[in-house]
């Protein structure tokens, strides 16, 4: 039950300039930003990133599109954060995501799915751990 989760708006989000309206909707749902930042990632960075997936067909492509352009890593704070962020974000394939949710309405398909989001709260402090230092990562409003 962490109150901490990590997004990460993906290439196609920031090269459909979506960066602004995505952030206004995880707000709007409660999320406080307490660390933000872009940056492009490396093969290197992008590969131990995703390590879990190393094993599966699609990882070489995962990598050519985190490493297509320029992402938002993004800590999160709400209670139950990495569950309520999964119930925001929607499906990975977008098809099969609930309407109103992120991926609904902006998605494309399964790869170009616009946000990472944590699968559970071990996950989200090694993600977010991937991302920021522990000086980077904010106190805000009692968190």
């Known amino acids: 039950m962490s109150n901490r989760t990590l997004a990460i708006l993906k290439p196609d989000c920031v090269r459909k300039g979506l960066i602004g309206e995505v952030i206004t909707k995880i707000t709007d749902d409660g999320f406080k930003v307490t660390a933000l930042k ?11 990133f995703y ?11 995962l990598i050519e599109y985190m490493t297509s352009g320029p992402c938002v890593p993004i800590v999160l704070e709400r209670e139950n954060a990495v569950e309520n962020f999964r ?14 949710t ?3 309405l902006y998605a494309e398909s399964i790869q170009e799915n616009i946000i990472h989001g944590s699968d559970s709260d071990e996950n989200a402090a090694k993600e977010i751990g991937h991302f920021f230092s522990r ?3 904010l106190e805000i409003n009692g968190f």
Do not use: N, Y
Not at 87 to 100: N, S, Y
């Open 38 to 48: 872009m940056v492009k990632l490396t093969k290197d960075s992008a590969g131990g």
């Open 51 to 61: 390590e879990i997936h190393k094993e599966r067909p699609f990882f070489g492509e």
């Open 87 to 100: 119930k925001l974000i929607g499906a990975t394939d977008p098809q099969k995501a609930d309407e109103g």
């Open 102 to 104: 992120i991926r609904k």
């Open 135 to 137: 000086k980077e990562l």
